[in-house]
């Protein structure tokens, strides 16, 4: 079996089902997802292995679909939020995967407060932005972009 046999086969569902939420079309998610591996196939020289392949691969499957968006005029300010929504689920699949939790918990135990707390309270206590916000007396809107940043430097840790 070949890299690309290999590429195919393992990440084939993960790439449909991220594609699925983006655009929720079936026949355009299986579409998308061929191109995706295809030109992942072919610029798979310039991976450079610091990041998970899974979201490598999301994010040519993103840029596609975006392309595809804007030739049809296809997106809407909602399509935005489904799309980071899609992105979310994502990051959490990754967050399921043992060897990626424990690197994500080691670099939690290094994050300051209240990045540390808020991620934890999102991601594994499962809490609303608006339960977040009561429990630290802040406004929702602080919650959602306290997590975001915290989210984004486990993220460019992991990547490092």
């Given at each position: ?5 290999i ?16 655009s929720r079309?079936e ?5 998308l ?8 196939i ?10 998970d392949?899974r979201?490598?691969l999301?994010?040519i499957?993103?840029?596609l679909?975006?392309?595809y968006c ?5 997106v ?5 939020h489904?799309?980071?929504e899609a992105?979310?689920?994502l990051?959490?699949?990754?967050v ?11 670099i ?15 991601v ?14 802040k ?19 992991l990547e490092?």
């Amino acid at each position: 079996m070949d890299k690309s046999d290999i590429l195919f086969e393992k990440y084939y569902e993960d790439v449909l089902r991220f594609l699925r939420g983006l655009s929720r079309d079936e026949q355009l998610s299986e579409e998308l997802t061929q191109e995706t591996i295809y030109r992942a196939i072919k610029s798979i020289h310039t991976f450079k292995g610091d990041s998970d392949m899974r979201v490598w691969l999301c994010s040519i499957a993103k840029n596609l679909f975006f392309t595809y968006c804007k030739k049809k005029e296809y997106v809407t300010y909602d399509d935005v939020h489904e799309i980071y929504e899609a992105e979310e689920k994502l990051f959490v699949q990754m967050v399921e995967d043992r060897e990626t939790a424990l690197q994500i918990h080691k670099i939690l135990h290094e994050l300051k407060e209240p990045y540390k707390e808020v991620f934890s309270l999102r991601v594994f206590g499962e809490l609303s932005f608006k339960e977040i916000a009561s429990l630290f007396q802040k406004s929702e809107h602080w919650a959602c972009v306290t997590y975001h940043r915290a989210k984004m430097m486990i993220r460019q840790r992991l990547e490092n």
